[in-house]
Every structure is written in structure tokens, then in C-alpha cells.
């Protein structure tokens, strides 16, 4: 477990990062522009596989368009944006056309990791509709045959991801290295979900850094820049600006499946709970709850068939022992070690200020 006592830069507290910021810094403007010319090139490329499945029949059809439906349903594509941000920080005029291809493959291996995460945790919903395994139940008209495809589908999501990654024009001399960075963030993200399936990892931010930050902020940034030619002071720099706010994003996530709004996060309210997740405001909460509280939360926390009522009592729980607020400083402070490490990593301005903003929409959203 995280220490809650922990202060950063020499015992100063963390200054609250405004959540205002948000609408007015270019992370923000960038992710709009990245959302739309991804969002573009995944509809054409995955458009493009379904037809060619066709030939095999409806089965292969069905397994295809159920991938496509989640993949283009939603999404932030905060990952292509970090490639782009990567990119920028390594070179502020070289042409972002193969950044943003790129930026397709790791959307698809995002779908990868969500369609097999959502079969392990047995979620029926994702981005607001169902989770891929649901949907080929439905329409094979087999829970056993509709997992099953969804497995098939998210192993022809990664296969997709490898695929689009080889159409990128990237210069020969740096494509192994980027090849590489894309091999690294799926090992370890697999190793952070097997230490999260087992659960008996002793620091569970190292079990977040591997299983979400790895491909979500510190692997995205990395590729951009290598694929811009970033040198390894640069490679440090964003290493270190982007572990601590990797936890910090699977932190923000975790509060949010606690106490966002279903209709923004595309979950139902209280899964997690149900689930009994092995998660940072969880564990807090259960370790500060005394007498009745620890009761009704206890009552809750992987209880399949808690009622509503039951879990709005857990989440109050969770709330007046102190958990969400203890997340919400760690995340402070995680913010805090991340933005001083950008500031001291010799950056151009622009990637600073691009990077900050990034720092602030990751760890500040609603969804």
C-alpha cells in the first residue's frame, strides 16, 4: 500500500492542480484535434478488415464487427495524443501524419487489453454498451462460443495493432527501437494484470505502473519521441514524468469507478465494488473503516448480488473514512514529483507546456 503521509520537495504540500485548466491548455486542444484524425483513420483501417472478413462467413463477421463497435465507440485516445506529445517534444516540425498512424495501433492494442480485461472481470458494459464478450453471446447465441470469440477478437486486435504499426513510415534506423517500445508496453502490461489477478503484489503502485501506466502514458510518450528521433536525455526526462503520473491516472480511474457518473464513464455504478477490485481507494477504505462502516462495506465489496442501496452505503463508507480524500492527495502529490521532474529535464517549452496540460487533463477528467 501507497504511504498517505508522504509530502514532496523537501516537506512542501502539493499545490492543487485547478481544475479549469483543463479547457485552456494545448494538451487539451490536442487531444480534439488527435481524437478526430484517429478516430478517422481506425474507422477506415477496421472497415477495411470487416469487409475482408466477410469472406469467411457471418461467425468471422460477427467477431470483427463487435471489435470495431467497441473500438469506435468512445474512447479518448489520450494514448495516440501522449504519441503526438512524444513526437513534439523530439522535434516540433517534423509531419505528425506518421505519429497519428501510429496512434492507431495503439488504440487497437488498447481494444486488445479492454476486450480480454472486460471477459477476466466478467464486466457485461463498456464505453456505455456491451462489453465485446456480451455482445458475441448475443448474437452466437452461446455464452461458452461468445467468450470464446471474444478472446479470438481481442487476439485480432493485437494482431491488427502489429499490423498497422508495420504500415507506418517510420526511418529504418529507429524503427527496431520503436518496434521494441511497442513489444515492451505488452509485456509489461500483462505482468501487471497477473500480479493484479493474483493479488499479492506488495506494492500496489508498482502493480498499476505496470498494468496501466506502461502503455497508457509512459510507453505512448516513448514511442513518439523514438519514432522522432529523441535522445536518451529526452527518453529520461519522459520516463520520469511519466511513471508517477501513470499511477496517478490508474488512481484517478479508480475514484471514478467509485463515485462517477455511469452516464461518463460508460460503467455501471458500483462494478467495481461488486467485483471486489483490488484497488488503491478500496483498500484504503477497508483499512480506515471501524465498526459498522467496516461492516457495511465489507457486506458490499465482492458481493454479486449487492442491491444499489447497498452499494450508495458503501460508497458514503468510502467517503466519510477519509479514502477518497487520502487518494486524492497521493494523486497531488504524484502530480507534483511528475511536473518537477518535467521542469528539470531541460525540455523545450513548448513540450513543457504541452506535457503539463497532459499532466492536468489525465488526472483531473471525469471519465
Avoid at 509512459?218 to 535522445?231: C, Q
Wanted: hydrophobic share 45%; proline share 4%.
Amino acid at each position: 500500500m501507497p504511504k498517505r503521509s508522504r509530502t514532496s520537495g523537501g516537506g512542501r504540500r502539493p499545490p492543487k492542480a485547478k481544475a479549469k485548466a483543463i479547457a485552456k491548455n494545448p494538451f487539451a486542444a490536442l487531444l480534439t484535434a488527435v481524437r478526430r484524425d484517429v478516430d478517422a483513420r481506425l474507422a477506415g483501417y477496421l472497415d477495411e478488415h470487416l469487409a475482408a472478413a466477410k469472406a469467411f462467413g457471418p461467425g468471422m463477421t460477427e467477431m470483427v464487427s463487435a471489435l470495431r463497435d467497441l473500438t469506435l465507440r468512445g474512447g479518448k485516445r489520450a494514448r495516440a495524443a501522449l504519441l503526438v506529445a512524444g513526437y513534439r517534444a523530439a522535434s516540433s516540425s517534423a509531419s505528425l501524419e506518421p505519429a497519428l498512424d501510429a496512434g492507431v495501433s495503439l488504440e487497437l492494442l488498447h481494444a486488445y487489453f479492454l476486450v480480454h480485461d472486460d471477459w477476466m472481470d466478467r464486466d457485461e458494459t463498456r464505453r456505455g454498451g456491451p462489453s465485446v464478450h456480451a455482445a458475441l453471446a448475443r448474437r452466437l447465441r452461446s455464452r461458452e462460443k461468445g467468450e470464446a470469440s471474444a478472446i479470438l477478437a481481442g487476439d485480432y486486435a493485437v494482431a491488427l495493432a502489429a499490423e498497422a504499426l508495420s504500415r507506418v513510415e517510420i526511418e529504418p534506423k529507429r524503427a527496431s527501437q520503436v518496434l521494441a517500445c511497442f513489444a515492451e508496453m505488452q509485456l509489461a502490461a500483462v505482468t501487471g494484470q497477473q500480479l493484479d489477478l493474483l493479488a499479492n503484489a506488495a506494492d500496489i503502485e508498482k502493480v498499476y505502473e505496470l498494468k496501466t501506466g506502461s502503455y497508457t502514458i509512459r510507453g505512448p510518450l516513448r514511442m513518439g519521441a523514438l519514432m522522432a528521433g529523441a535522445n536518451n536525455r529526452l527518453l529520461t526526462a519522459l520516463d520520469r514524468f511519466s511513471l508517477p503520473i501513470g499511477i496517478a491516472y490508474q488512481l484517478r480511474d479508480d475514484l471514478l469507478s467509485v463515485f462517477g457518473d455511469p452516464k461518463a464513464t460508460g460503467k455501471p455504478f458500483g462494478s467495481d465494488l461488486r467485483a471486489g477490485k483490488n484497488t488503491v481507494v478500496l483498500l484504503t477504505a477497508l483499512k480506515r473503516a471501524r465498526g459498522r462502516d467496516h461492516r457495511v462495506l465489507k457486506a458490499a465489496v465482492g458481493n454479486a448480488r449487492a442491491t444499489d442501496a447497498e452499494l450508495r452505503q458503501a460508497v458514503e463508507v468510502i467517503e466519510r473514512c477519509g479514502a477518497r480524500a487520502a487518494v486524492e492527495t497521493r494523486i497531488d502529490e504524484l502530480v507534483f514529483v511528475a511536473l518537477s521532474a518535467l521542469r528539470a529535464g531541460r525540455l523545450p517549452p513548448d513540450g513543457i507546456e504541452l506535457l503539463e496540460g497532459a499532466a492536468r487533463v489525465l488526472t483531473l477528467r471525469r471519465n
